[in-house]
Each structure stands twice: as structure tokens, then as C-alpha cells.
């Protein structure tokens, strides 16, 4: 898609971000801010077998047009294309999944930026461990954002690696190499994210949105609400209450009915 085709005053209307974008630090960071306050990270398309477009139509016809939410090839290839409409230099960078103790393929999208000669990693995209604001590509220095602390550190086999600080250790999300990404890169690391049996993105329902206080997130029926250092927590009824309560906490308003979903 053409940068002079980005529908940046819808784009700036869904996120509800009012202020002038200039390409800055600022601006970055209020961006990335807006939109994860505002698009859910959601995997319910995959759940409902329709499949996952990252075709930059596909992205802007459900995350803008029908005012859904996404996984990360959707919400950081909306925020890539966001950022690029705006001036920003940015490409986007594939990164593998540590969280199991195992790394995967790379099948995390996220975006590198490059502002006043200085770097940052920008992801809007990594479900209830997506980092708060953009990260400056500085390793060993640890960054406190709300409740979340994290820090890049270098690895020799696999770039860099974004850790989050989980009690008293340090524990390893996800790390990124800098090689080009081509459009075919996400296309192949989205069909299989999206299609292949025993991944949790197939066998399982889960949303996470930021908020102002925290943040709420589902994990199949298991709904949590962290408001500053206060976390509750409930289980939701399958049925009509499950799509209200998709719509109630996280915007989510889903053209199916509940019996349409996956089982899981």
C-alpha cells in the first residue's frame, strides 16, 4: 500500500489520539501508547476458522473498518504502516518466542525504529507481556514501565533478547536478529501461527488490553482485571454473557455466535 494511501485521521480516530504527530520521541511513544489503550491483542477470527489476513487491506478492514482487535502480524503491521504514514523510520523485524524455555521459529513481528541516529523496538503486539512503551535499543539497562520492568540484553545465538523482571528473575520473552523481513516472511510465520494444531493460538481464546490502571486480560473463560497493585479475577459463562463481556471489557464485538467458536 502507498504511504499517501494510510487513512492516518481514521487510523488517529480509532486509537483516539488528538494531539499533532510529529516524528519525535514523544510522539513514538504516545502512538504506541494510544493503541495498545485502545486495540485488544485477540486471537478470536482464529478461533472462529476464518483465518488471519496481514495484507495491509486485510489489517485496516478489521482492526479500523470493523474496529477489531489482533494478534501481533495485525497490530504491529498496523502500527508499522502507522508509523511509516507519519515519516517514521521503521521496518519491521521477526523475533522468536522464549517464553517456554524453548524458542520457536520466528513467529513474533515487531518493529525496529530508527529516530536522531538512536534505535528502539516497538511492539503493541505481545498479548499481557507486551511492553508498555517503545523500548530504546540500549542492552543492560534495565526500564521500569508501570508494572512491568524489562531490559535487551545481547545474545550470541540470537541477537537480542527482551527480558521481563518476574519476581527476582529475570525470565527471557523473546528475541530478535536484524535480517530483512520481506512481506513473505510474515505471510508464512502468520498462516502457521494461526493454522498449526497445539499452538495456543489454536487451541486456546485469549484477549489483553492495556489500561489506564492496569490492564484485563482472558485467558479461555478466565477473565483477570489488574487495577494498579489489585488483581481480580472471575470466571465467565459460556453463551451470550461470554460475546457481552468480549464487548463489555475489551471492545470486542464478534459477528458469530457463541456456539460458532472453536471448541477448545
Given amino acids: 500500500m502507498p504511504l499517501s494511501d494510510f487513512p492516518c485521521d481514521q487510523y488517529l480516530e480509532r486509537i483516539g489520539l488528538v494531539q499533532p504527530v510529529e516524528v519525535s520521541a514523544e510522539c513514538l511513544r504516545a502512538l504506541h501508547r494510544a493503541q495498545l489503550t485502545s486495540l485488544p491483542f485477540e486471537n478470536f477470527d482464529i478461533c472462529l476458522g476464518r483465518g488471519v489476513d496481514v495484507s495491509a487491506q486485510g489489517i485496516l478492514a478489521k482492526l479500523i473498518g470493523q474496529r477489531r482487535g489482533g494478534y501481533c502480524f495485525e497490530l504491529n503491521g498496523l502500527l508499522l504502516m502507522a508509523l511509516e504514514a507519519f515519516g517514521f523510520e521503521a521496518r519491521a523485524l521477526l523475533g522468536r518466542v522464549h517464553l517456554s524455555g524453548t524458542p520457536t521459529g520466528r513467529s513474533h513481528q515487531v518493529s525496529l525504529v530508527t529516530l536522531d541516529k538512536r534505535q528502539w ?3 503493541a503486539g505481545f498479548g499481557t507481556n507486551t511492553p508498555r512503551a517503545p ?3 540500549t542492552p543492560d539497562t534495565p526500564l521500569h514501565i508501570g508494572d512491568q520492568t524489562l ?3 545481547e545474545n550470541a545465538r540470537y541477537g537480542i533478547m527482551l527480558q521481563s523482571l518476574m519476581g527476582a528473575q529475570w525470565v527471557d520473552l523473546y528475541s530478535v536478529d536484524f535480517t530483512t523481513v520481506c512481506e513473505g516472511d510474515i505471510q508464512m510465520a502468520n498462516h502457521f501461527t494461526s493454522t ?6 489454536t487451541t486456546s481464546r485469549m484477549a489483553a488490553l492495556t489500561t489506564p490502571e492496569g490492564q484485563i486480560s482472558l485467558s479461555d473463560f ?3 482485571i489488574l487495577r494498579g497493585d489489585t488483581t481480580s ?3 465467565l ?3 451470550a454473557a ?3 463481556a468480549l464487548e463489555e471489557h475489551f471492545g470486542i464485538v464478534l459477528e458469530a455466535s457463541y456456539e460458532d467458536l472453536a471448541p477448545l
Fill in 242 to 244: 461470554y460475546l457481552a
Fill in 151 to 153: 531490559r535487551l540484553v
Fill in 222 to 224: 478466565t477473565l483477570k
Fill in 196 to 201: 498449526w494444531p497445539g499452538l495456543h493460538f
Fill in 233 to 235: 479475577e472471575q470466571l
Fill in 121 to 123: 523496538l516497538v511492539d
Fill in 135 to 137: 523500548i530504546p535499543l
Fill in 237 to 239: 459463562p459460556p453463551g
